[in-house]
Structures are given as structure tokens and as C-alpha cells.
């Protein structure tokens, strides 16, 4: 059996997590290109610390808040050289522009989208020529209410019917 480490990183649950998400201001890394502020917060350290403490080749995963945080932490191992399994999100934000979707480009890597969800297509609604989702969408789900469908318990619900399993 092959035992594989994931880093995985939660969608908003604290005021704080919220206020990370409406942060929409775009900000340039070195490493990155433009990237959004709230997004990005205490990311370079936490890519500093595991690519010293490990893991190694890690399979990378979040949700909303905690997708653009893998997709960001992504980024940083694409652009220092340091390899990652996968880099799998649900309902993910764009976190970044042009050069983070091109940094991880040819990586293996699945955005899910359930439904109608809107929150993979924020920001970037009055930027969109901008703001670049970091891969294209594996669709999932029929929810047409673009908020509950982006609950991570609608996604877990989308995936297994998508996969032919039952939700108990």
C-alpha cells in the first residue's frame, strides 16, 4: 500500500477567514506574479517551514478560502522547484493572475466546480480579463443556487453520485 501525505487546507469557518476573503486586492509576489492579499496571508511561511519539515511530494487540497491557499501553496513549490503529487480544490476562488496559472501549468491538478457555485468565478468579475482560474473546471452537481452549492458537504454529495456511490 502506498501511503501518501496531503496538506489540506479548510474553507472559511472564523470572522477573521471571512475578512480573508473580501481582502480582494491584488498584491505582487516575487514568485508569483499578482496574487490576492487575503488569499496569500502567512502562505510564503508556510511553503518556507514544509519544504524544510517535509512532507515530500504531498498531494495539495482545500476548499474555498482554504483552495486559493493550496493553489497559492502550489505555487510556491512550482516556482522554487520543490515537487507536489496533486493539487486537487473545491469551490475555489482565483487567487492569482496570469503568471500563477501559467507557473502551474502542465502540473497534475482538478479544480471541481459543483453546480451553479459562484464563488470559482470571484474575484475578478469587473477584472475578468485580469483574474485567471488556475486550471479549468472538472464539473459536478446540478445544485442551481449558486450559494448552497458551495457548501463542502454539497460537494461531498456531488462527488460521490458523480462516482456512483451512495451518500451514506
Known sequence: MVVQDVIVFRGSATESDWLKDFEA???????????????????KEVFLWLSKNGPHNPIITGHSLGGAHAVILAGYYKAMHVAFAELVTFG??????????????????????NGADIVPT???????????????????????????????????????????????
Open 25 to 43: 486586492f491584488p498584491i505582487s509576489d516575487s514568485l508569483l506574479g499578482k496574487i490576492e492579499r487575503g488569499f496569500s496571508q502567512g502562505m
Open 92 to 113: 475555489c476562488p482565483r487567487p492569482g493572475y496570469a503568471t500563477l496559472r501559467n507557473l502551474l501549468k502542465g502540473s497534475n491538478m482538478i479544480a471541481y466546480r
Open 122 to 168: 470571484v474575484p475578478g468579475a469587473f477584472l475578468w480579463w485580469a483574474y485567471r482560474s488556475y486550471t479549468d473546471w472538472t464539473r459536478i452537481g446540478k445544485s442551481d443556487d449558486p450559494l448552497l452549492a458551495h457548501l463542502i458537504a454539497n460537494y461531498i454529495t456531488a462527488l460521490r453520485q458523480s462516482s456512483g456511490q451512495s451518500n451514506a
